[in-house]
């Protein structure tokens, strides 16, 4: 595989024929080329809206070929890091309200109850 700035080529020698993927962000072109009849095909694959989506979801760890990727991974973790935090700190404040106490433990053990049986129910089918 080679990176030249925004293009990423991955690149595949067969018996008479070369495989070349050239990745850009949103587009994907295929080529095939083959010795025995001189002739190259193109095949383009524009994402489009949902395939970026798709892409964007998937994408694992903080560090790509892509400064946009990148500032979208570090977004995500500050935004989930920000999420835990007030969940957090609304729970050490809802621990010093005593009256409210028991009502909020009743609500908190039946919503952890509801997300565990949902992840279990979407794991197993």
Request: no cysteine.
């Amino acid at each position: 595989m080679v990176v030249a700035g925004q293009i990423t080529l991955q690149i595949r020698a067969a018996a008479g024929a070369i495989a070349i993927r050239i990745v850009r962000p949103g587009t994907v072109y295929d080529v095939q080329y083959s010795a025995g009849t001189g002739k190259a095909t193109v095949k383009e694959n524009i994402a489009g809206f949902m395939g970026l989506l798709n892409r964007v979801h998937h994408i694992g760890g903080l560090w790509h070929d892509y400064a946009l990727t990148n500032a979208w991974a570090i977004f995500v973790a500050l935004v989930s890091a920000g999420l835990v935090v007030i969940s957090a700190t609304g729970l050490y404040l809802w621990f010093k309200l005593r009256p409210e106490r028991r009502v909020g433990a009743v609500l908190l053990s039946a919503s952890l109850l509801v997300s565990l049986t949902l992840m279990v129910l979407l794991r197993a089918g």
